[in-house]
């Protein structure tokens, strides 16, 4: 089975702070993939990556950036925290083909800046 | 503008009866459409899908209806059992949508015992 670890499940931050979220999966997908889940609103795309060092911005990619600098490995960089940016992160990967065979997630990291 | 709408945020079924899920889309250019299942504290998992293709598509208790003209597709689950307590998102793509998916608000279901 396809895995998609995100680094961390809980993290505090304060305002300001510049905030790194991990995404390792291990299966040679070439697609990966940011979202953030808020009550009401679903999930809303990022950012997402063909291929390495590749990066293209979604729906909300204000006040976020990415790196990919490794197949497996896919960053989300918060570069200053602030308060409406607490919410669920959740990183998922997929193989060309998403429509068909769907995204594998991983299990989220929930922020909480203050 | 929300493309995938999921308007009802909850519903409550009793254990062994159907539950029904809609949702909505608007753009007539989707051609795959998703049904994720997500519990707390855990990612999304993937359910069920159907290419537009398509009208209907099962995988044991869970079948999803795609209506093109109405743009609405539908998951029945049935018999609805306690561990199908979850927030089921539905998700549409398209050829050239670079394997994106838009998914919609969610709707929490409560299956009583």
């Known amino acids: 089975d396809v895995k998609v670890t995100q680094s961390s499940r809980y993290l505090v931050k304060r305002t300001g702070e510049k905030v790194f979220l991990e995404c390792v999966q291990d299966?040679?997908?070439?697609?990966m993939f940011w979202y953030r889940q808020d009550p009401g609103l679903g999930l809303r795309l990022i950012y997402f990556?063909?291929?390495?060092?590749?990066?293209e911005k979604g729906d909300i990619p204000e006040g976020y950036s990415v790196s990919r600098e490794k197949k497996e490995r896919f960053s989300l960089i918060l570069e200053s925290a602030s308060t409406n940016q607490t919410s669920m992160y959740l990183c998922?990967?997929?193989?060309?083909?998403?429509?068909?065979?769907?995204?594998?997630f991983g299990s989220g990291t929930r922020l909480t800046v203050v | 503008d929300q493309q995938v709408k999921q308007n009802s945020p909850s519903l409550s079924v009793q254990e062994g009866r159907i539950s029904i899920l809609n949702c909505d889309y608007t753009?007539?250019?989707?051609?795959?459409f998703l049904w994720y299942k997500k519990y707390p504290a855990e990612g999304p998992t993937f359910l069920i899908s159907?290419?537009?293709?398509?009208d209907k598509n099962e995988d044991g208790r869970f079948t999803v209806f795609l209506n093109k003209s109405a743009k609405h597709l539908s998951l029945h689950i049935v018999p609805s059992q306690p561990g199908d307590s979850a927030v089921y998102f539905c998700?549409?793509?398209?050829?050239?949508?670079?394997?994106?998916?838009?998914f919609g608000g969610g709707t929490r279901l409560m299956v009583k015992p």
């Open positions: 998922a990967s997929s193989l060309e083909g998403a429509g068909l065979y769907g995204y594998t």
């Open positions: 299966m040679d997908h070439e697609n």
């Open positions: 990556s063909y291929d390495v060092k590749m990066k």
């Open positions: 753009n007539s250019m989707f051609d795959y």
């Open positions: 159907i290419s537009s293709i398509k």
């Open positions: 998700a549409a793509t398209f050829n050239n949508a670079g394997n994106m998916l838009t």
